[in-house]
């Protein structure tokens, strides 16, 4: 079995924390496993809870068109989320649940490798690069422990805020042109 198959085996068993009671299914992520980009989100919401898949809801087909117009498939990139299982009525992941959760997506960039990792708001800039305030910090380059991020900003905060989307996008072309 491929390594990144054998995480999402031990991803589909884990009692590591409680979300793991409350879940319909873990959402490992999904894509290739050569990617040069690892997109990463929050945690899984309903319909991800429902399918097992990431960003498959609404603010998924916003990252899905964002991508498809920054000239990105989303077949090529890997997409996943800070923690595999969904909280319960969609509240913040607890700092706990980050932590025993973390293991499972350092495996994942081990295995990938990818060239530039994609933290998505606040949230998960806040896990990856222990920074803040997406809206100042998306669209620059950060290098940590020998791996090269660009955050931008979520998905869903473009539903909320339509001028920000053209921006999502900006960000994604620009993450398209250093992944090479
Ligand atoms: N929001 C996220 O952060 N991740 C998903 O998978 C879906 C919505």
Excluded at 25 to 54: F, H, L, Q, W, Y
Excluded at 74 to 90: A, G, M, Q, Y
Excluded at 153 to 175: E, Q
Aim: hydrophobic share 25%; net charge positive; aromatic share 4%.
């Amino acid at each position: 079995m491929k390594n990144i198959e054998r995480i999402k085996k031990s991803i589909s068993g884990c009692r590591r924390c409680d979300l793991s009671s409350e879940r319909k299914n873990t959402v490992p992520g999904e894509g290739s496993k050569d990617a040069e980009i690892v997109i990463i989100g929050e945690a899984p919401g309903k319909k991800e809870d429902e399918t097992g898949r990431p960003f498959v809801g609404r603010a998924g087909k916003v990252l899905t068109e964002a991508l498809e117009k920054a000239g990105i498939k989303r077949s090529e990139v890997f997409i996943t989320n800070v923690v595999k299982c969904r909280p319960p009525t969609n509240r913040d992941p607890k700092k706990d649940e980050i932590k025993k959760c973390r293991g499972y997506l350092e495996s994942q960039l081990e295995t990938i490798d990818p060239n530039i990792i994609v933290p998505l708001g606040n949230s998960a800039l806040k896990t990856l690069l222990d920074e803040e305030r997406i809206s100042e910090k998306r669209g620059k380059t950060f290098e940590k422990d020998g791996r090269k991020y660009m955050p931008t900003y979520h998905p869903a905060a473009t539903i909320y805020n339509r001028k920000l989307r053209p921006k999502l996008v900006k960000d994604l072309k620009k993450i398209g042109e250093e992944s090479k």
